[in-house]
């Protein structure tokens, strides 16, 4: 069993940056795949960002690829998203996730964080 914190949220203006983090306990951290999901008030959560067990491969949504981030230091369980050029679409709750399916659906990963709110103001 996985247990997840994120933190790092806030309120930001247009073009800003944040950097959120997501701390996990239990010693098989590394075997974990991890990800991002974010959800809108009115919408459902939406797939952000992934990353492999080890670090070697990413994903992005198509709407963050190339301002966002993702990284992990498995020594430190600890995973990240480092977020630049935030717009206004950018406003949600940020959850950290892990599971050991690689994938975009919600249902890949059975372990979810709280979840960090991030508000994009013009």
Known sequence: QVQLVESGGGL???GGSLRLSCVASGRTFSTYGLGWFRQAPGKER???????????????ADSVKGRFTISRDN??????L?????????????????GLRFGRN??????????????VSS
């Open 12 to 14: 930001v203006q247009v």
């Open 46 to 60: 939406e797939f952000v960002a992934r990353i492999t067990s080890n670090g070697g491969s990413t994903n992005y």
């Open 75 to 80: 020594a430190e369980n600890t995973m990240y």
């Open 82 to 98: 480092q977020m630049n050029s935030l717009k206004p679409e950018d406003t949600a709750v940020y959850y950290c996730v892990a």
């Open 106 to 119: 919600p249902n890949d990963y059975p372990y979810w964080g709280q979840g960090t709110q991030v508000t």
